[in-house]
């Protein structure tokens, strides 16, 4: 009844009848923004049949205690080395990573010029300071810039997102 009710209203507001007329246009036109800022509680039938549908889902999801917890794909990190050089430095740096069961890509950059120069640049380091850790598109840096990032709880979640996966 009272949804019967309020899409009648609701079609008395938007109807163009009576737009010709200045005080009924007027009123309608104040009517129809005072709807808008209530939150629309008069609408079309099919309008109210949705938020009805919509309210009824929500009861029933509220009532199971269901939580939905979306699976995020973990941010890819890669490990930037050059052949020897710093292997003990390699060896900590993925200790730190295989304690927080981070999967990992090594990337050998001896003698490929072109991904050397973008580490160095993006990194801001120098060539001795290699290797270097990089979550997604962002540079961590080296060993101690790891550990640092990790013992601040940032590298779970620039991995992981906010949450980490249960492992």
Do not use: H, W
């Not at 609701?10 to 309608?28: E, S």
């Not at 029933?60 to 050089?85: I, Q």
């Not at 950059?109 to 993006?122: I, K």
């Not at 540079?139 to 810039?145: H, K, M």
């Amino acid at each position: 009844m009272l949804d019967a009710l309020r899409s009648t209203l609701f079609r008395a507001i938007t109807t163009p009848v009576g737009d010709t007329l200045a005080p009924i246009r007027v009123q309608k036109d104040i009517a129809r923004r005072i709807n808008v800022v209530l939150g629309q509680p008069l609408a079309s039938a099919a309008d109210l049949a949705k938020r009805r549908t919509a309210r009824a889902k929500l009861t029933t999801l509220l009532a199971t205690g269901e939580k939905r917890t979306e699976s995020r794909e973990p941010a890819p990190v890669m490990v930037y080395f050059e052949k020897d050089r710093n292997a003990r430095e390699l060896e900590r740096t993925t200790e730190v990573l295989k304690a927080r069961n981070i999967t990992y890509k090594l990337l050998d950059v001896a003698g490929d010029e072109a991904a050397l120069a973008f580490v160095l640049r993006e990194a801001k380091c120098k060539e001795d300071e290699l290797p270097i850790v990089f979550v997604g598109d962002k540079a961590v840096g080296g060993f101690r810039q790891l550990v640092e990032f990790d013992v601040s709880g940032r590298l779970v979640r620039a991995v992981f997102g906010s949450t980490p996966s249960a492992s």
